[in-house]
């Protein structure tokens, strides 16, 4: 099963910018999109980068996404770190071998 | 806008099945691909299955086969997930979640998740 494995949290202080890993387990992560999501405590998830590195409406340019072919992961990057960042962020993508979507396990994003 | 509301908390016993709606407002449920993704407490998402518009079916994930439907009520604009031989590792929020009509993997719209506890 395709996999996709994230670091369980990453901390960095207002202003500053942080990058979020989301490595696939098997074939080619660029096969097919990676979403990012944001959870807040008690809240649902919400886009913050769809298609590798599409932002919705609303959203705003301190986020970018992308993808590395070679080290077969995506990133989410947020610049200008504000303290309203802080959440849980997900990356999530499609596995074509079993037919299914799938999600990494999820980085609590610290901002102090 | 797609806004979907589901129904409130349920708890159950060991063994018992629950059953989950979530109606949809601003379109219709025809027009749209229906998902449910659950999180346990603490833990991440994840994905239990949904209406597939490439294949045009209902897909499980493996997990969940033999324990899960997922029905539509088109009349009513109302998805329903229904989960049976409940455990107590069942215990989670589910969501149901739509996939973007112009991005195939993408859900675009949540429900605000309903808490199902499995405790004897």
């Known amino acids: 099963n395709f996999m996709l494995t994230q670091p369980h949290s990453v901390s960095e202080s207002p202003g500053k910018t942080v990058t979020i890993s989301c490595t696939g387990s098997?074939?080619?992560?660029?096969?097919?999109?990676v979403q990012w999501y944001q959870q807040r405590p008690g809240s649902a998830p919400t886009t913050v980068i769809y298609e590798d590195n599409q932002r919705p409406s609303g959203v705003p340019d301190r986020f970018s996404g992308s993808i590395d072919s070679s080290s077969n992961s995506a990133s989410l990057t947020i610049s200008g770190l504000k303290t309203e960042d802080e959440a849980d962020y997900y990356c999530?993508?499609?596995?074509?071998?079993?037919?299914?979507?799938?999600f990494g396990g999820g980085t609590k994003l610290t901002v102090l | 806008q797609v806004q979907l509301v589901q129904s409130g908390a349920e708890v159950k016993k060991p063994g018992a099945s629950v059953k989950v709606s979530c109606k949809v407002s601003g379109y219709t449920l025809t027009e749209l691909s229906m998902h449910w993704v659950r999180q346990a407490p603490g833990k991440g998402l994840e994905w239990m299955g949904g209406f597939d518009p490439e294949d045009g079916e209902t897909i499980y994930a493996q997990k969940f086969q033999g324990r899960v439907t997922m029905t539509e009520d088109t009349s009513t604009d109302t998805a329903y997930m229904e989960l049976s031989s409940l455990r107590s590792e069942d215990t989670a929020v589910y969501y149901c979640?739509?996939?973007?009509?112009?991005?195939?993997?993408?859900?675009?719209?949540w429900g605000q998740g309903t808490l199902v506890t499995v405790s004897s």
């Open positions: 999530q993508s499609y596995d074509s071998s079993n037919q299914g979507w799938v």
């Open positions: 979640a739509t996939v973007s009509i112009a991005a195939r993997f993408h859900f675009d719209y």
């Open positions: 098997s074939g080619s992560i660029a096969s097919n999109y």
